[in-house]
């Protein structure tokens, strides 16, 4: 199980997951595992009427249960455990809830051929664990909705609404922008939590449920040993297997070879699509390099704490029908059952520039503590707009922008996008107290300055709201990791380290960025 007190990547342990979940329940930071209840309204129940029944739904109440395709479902004994703990789960005449939303995805056709031959799929099908296709789905954000009903219920009764998957990210808002607790752990405990319908459980010691007689049923009862996991991967994890499923990778199917390519091999033909776009990039790049880049009198977007992530800068997932990708897409006549996620639109550069910042769970600090959601104040107006209305009036005025942060800016995946995005947003700095490697390069990469406050000095101890305007003073010459000074419109100023870490970054900067660079040496070949 992943979570614990701060960051989507720290450990629970599966008999303090209970414990853990309660201190979740209680936080109100805002911040990640930050689950906001109030203690009168932690043991809340609400009826979730679902196919003509009434479930009790209290917090914690499990609606995604994912084997997911990343990661652990290349592994053969751990999927195989999964096929057994269905096999003993469906013996003792335990079900999953019909309104959690179930799926398997293999990383392989492999998967699916040693669990239909072992004779474990059936089992996993009986469950609702039925094959939905080989690659990224839950775990990248392509959960799709959840069942009918549930989402209203969670956002009319506030409930808590939980995932587990057996990927590798979890970061918030990631899976479903409605599970506030998602949980990454085995195939075997994915199934396990499903028959549970619960993450608030210590499973050590609680009954998943009761079995067709009556009994309570423990995870303990149906949970396989090494030996039982051993010998049905010697039966049918077979090599024979790996080479007729990977003799036909290349071949594609019969779809992927009938479509066309284009015959002009030099130039691509943009079309007229929601998915693919020309982006704007080069549109205002000159031959030659500007003298000085500058960033004077900018405003400040984003006031962000410690780990935000690059599924909060540029999520991968559903795109929320009130947001402004959504209000483009139905400008473009696409239905709303059509939108799907941004990751299926990363082509169209229009989309991912409204869908950056678009996490349900971003909380800015310019905008007030206990709201969250990718929304901003417009500081010359005082107006609360999406970040991307409030982007796009900014630049049409022609003000320059920032973003202050905390710690491990741009952790998790290294999505282009997250860099892209704010690129087009017209964000030209970043502050933070740190990056995470690759983002910090990607900023480069696209222009936008990384920097760092000195050690011991936060935005916050520095007495910054976000609602300043910041003047960065940047040398026509800057050097790998110099000292910078930025002045703030009240008066003040402090020092920063300027994340330009070699001197081929210095280069890509002061050329706007790399894909500008690479262009002006062509142009000039």
Known sequence: INAEYMGPHDHVTLTKLKGDFAKCMGDVSGGFKSFSVKPENGQKVANLKFEGNTYPFPHGSVVIAAITSCTNTSNPSVMLAAGLVAKKAVEKGLSIKPYIKTSLSPGSGVASRYLAESGLQPFMDKLGFNVAGYGCMTCIGNSGDLKEGVSELIRSESMVATSVLSGNRNFEARVHPDTVGNYLCSPPLVVAFALAGTTNIDLAKEPIGKGSDGKDVFLRDIWPSNAEVQQVVEQHVLPQMFKEVYSTVTQGNKRWNELQAPKDKMTYPWPASTYIHNPP??????????????????????????????????????????????????????????????????????????????NTRLANKIVGSGSTGPITIHLPTGEKLPIFDAAERYQAAGQQLIVLAGK??????????????????????????????????????????????????????????????????????????????????????????????????????????????????LLSE
Not at 283 to 302: F, G, N, S, V, W
Not at 417 to 444: D, M, Q, T
Not at 491 to 510: H, I, M, N, P, Q
């Open 281 to 358: 990039f080069f549109q205002t790049m000159d031959k030659d390099l500007p003298a000085r880049i500058e960033i004077k009198d900018a405003y400040c977007l984003l006031y962000l704490g410690d780990s935000v992530t690059t599924d909060h800068i540029s999520p991968a997932g559903r795109i929320a029908n009130n947001s402004p990708a959504a209000k483009w897409l139905g400008e473009q006549s696409i239905a709303q059952k059509d939108f799907n996620t941004y990751g299926a639109r990363r082509g169209n550069d229009l989309v991912m520039t409204r869908g950056t910042f678009a």
């Open 408 to 521: 491990e800016y741009g952790s998790g995946s290294s999505r282009d996008w997250a860099a892209k995005g704010p690129y087009l947003l017209g964000i030209k700095a970043v502050i933070a107290e740190s990056f995470e490697r690759i983002h910090r390069s990607n900023l480069v990469g696209m222009g936008i300055v990384p920097l760092t406050f000195k050690p011991g000095q936060t935005a916050e101890s520095l007495g910054l709201t976000g609602k300043e305007q910041f003047t960065i003073d940047l040398p026509a010459e800057p050097k790998p990791q110099q000292d910078v000074t930025v002045k703030v419109s009240t008066g003040s100023s402090f020092t920063a380290t300027l994340r330009l870490d070699t001197g081929a970054e210095v280069v890509y900067w002061k050329n706007g960025g790399l894909l500008h660079y690479v262009l002006r040496n």
